[in-house]
T-cell receptor, first 110, second 111 residues
Framework: DAGVTQSPTHLIKTRGQQVTLRCSPK?????VSWYQQALGQGPQFIFQ???????QRGNFPDRFSGHQFPNYSSELNVNALLLGDSALYLC?????????FGPGTRLTVL | GENVEQHPSTLSVQEGDSAVIKCTYS??????FPWYKQELGKRPQLIID?????GEKKDQRIAVTLNKTAKHFSLHITETQPEDSAVYFC??????????FGDGTTLTVKP
């Protein structure tokens, strides 16, 4: 069991660009949540996907969107990147309440 | 939404001492309380969790206590070791899926 995986590991973009991050959940998990973790802070909830639908959403603008595929993998898309979007983006998968995190994607916006 | 406050923000202890980190939450409907350990440059890893139907849970040197009336839960680490040094986060999931994390506690265990 590979656990939760994410790609890419690191990404550098410029302001105004768009980015897509990917997540494969732990085997048997059907729910995927995305978090943004700025340096020195706790993870901030972006949204959660279940049965290919966005089930819950945190306080993030519409520039942040996502998708879940039939195999439960998920993508996070961010449009019109801002400098403030630079952060570690974490994906977490779960079957019930317990979430397991992926290694994250470090996004740098220049 | 849920508000989670975590204290202290930094904690330094001598090897072998105990460490206690406390979190308070606002949503009385929260019923699951995990703790995560995050080492520098790595992912948060679940170290222990507790559900609202119990008041305490132990796993070797780690324990979590929950006071639902006062809306707080605490992480207790006994016989601390240098490898316990990391950032610890509490979380309080609410609203069928949203999770609010505390701001983290940087624990340093001095040998």
């Amino acid at each position: 069991d590979a656990g939760v995986t994410q790609s890419p590991t690191h990404l550098i973009k410029t302001r105004g660009q768009q980015v897509t991050l990917r997540c494969s959940p732990k085997s048997g998990h059907d729910t995927v949540s995305w978090y943004q973790q700025a340096l020195g802070q706790g993870p901030q909830f972006i949204f959660q996907y279940y049965e290919e639908e966005e089930r819950q959403r945190g306080n993030f603008p519409d520039r942040f969107s996502g998708h879940q595929f039939p195999n439960y993998s998920s993508e996070l898309n961010v449009n019109a990147l801002l400098l403030g979007d630079s952060a570690l983006y974490l994906c977490a998968s779960s079957l019930s309440s317990t979430e397991f995190f992926g290694p994250g994607t470090r996004l740098t916006v220049l | 939404g849920e508000n989670v406050e975590q204290h202290p923000s930094t904690l330094s202890v001598q090897e072998g001492d105990s460490a206690v980190i406390k979190c308070t939450y606002s949503d009385s409907a929260s019923n699951y309380f995990p703790w995560y350990k995050q080492e520098l440059g790595k992912r948060p890893q679940l170290i222990i969790d507790i559900r609202s139907n119990v008041g305490e849970k132990k796993d070797q040197r780690i324990a979590v206590t929950l006071n639902k009336t006062a809306k707080h839960f605490s992480l207790h680490i006994t016989e601390t070791q240098p490898e316990d040094s990391a950032v610890y986060f509490c979380a309080a999931p609410y609203n069928a899926g949203k999770s609010t994390f505390g701001d983290g506690t940087t624990l340093t265990v001095k040998p």
